[in-house]
């Protein structure tokens, strides 16, 4: 049975720091391509970052240069470093997982979701 589980989310102040954690049971990562996605109150999910087993990774360009994706082998583990949190960035968080190798950027695509952690950012 595929498992991901999210955690790691909470309350932060404006330009703050957290760092998700997706960690995976009945897959090895290693071959799986990996997004992070989020849903704000009222919105639409959306994608924030991708990530491919062959290494390449891509951030939507409201989180680019603040959001870090990286994977622990290991641990079978991938995290989402955020920091300078902003008010926008306060949604559910979720990872999802498919079996490719290459970069995935479409959510239906997706076939593992985790539960998702929440991330606030307010003062």
């Known amino acids: 049975q595929v498992q991901l589980v999210e955690s790691g989310g909470g309350l932060v102040q404006p330009g703050g720091s957290l760092r998700l954690s997706c960690a995976a049971s009945?897959?090895?990562?290693?071959?799986?391509?990996i997004g992070w996605f989020r849903q704000a109150p009222g919105k639409q999910r959306e994608g924030v970052s991708y990530?491919?087993?062959?290494?390449?990774?891509y951030y939507v360009p409201s989180v680019e240069g603040r959001f870090t994706m990286s994977r622990d082998k290991v641990k079978n583990t991938v995290y989402l470093q955020m920091n300078n949190l902003k008010p926008e960035d306060t949604a559910v968080y979720y990872c999802?997982?498919?079996?490719?190798?290459?970069?995935?950027?479409?959510?239906?695509?997706?076939?593992?979701w985790g539960q998702g952690t929440q991330v606030t950012v307010s003062s």
């Open positions: 990530d491919a087993p062959i290494g390449d990774v």
């Open positions: 999802a997982a498919v079996f490719k190798g290459v970069l995935i950027t479409q959510e239906e695509e997706y076939k593992f």
């Open positions: 009945g897959v090895a990562l290693t071959h799986y391509a």
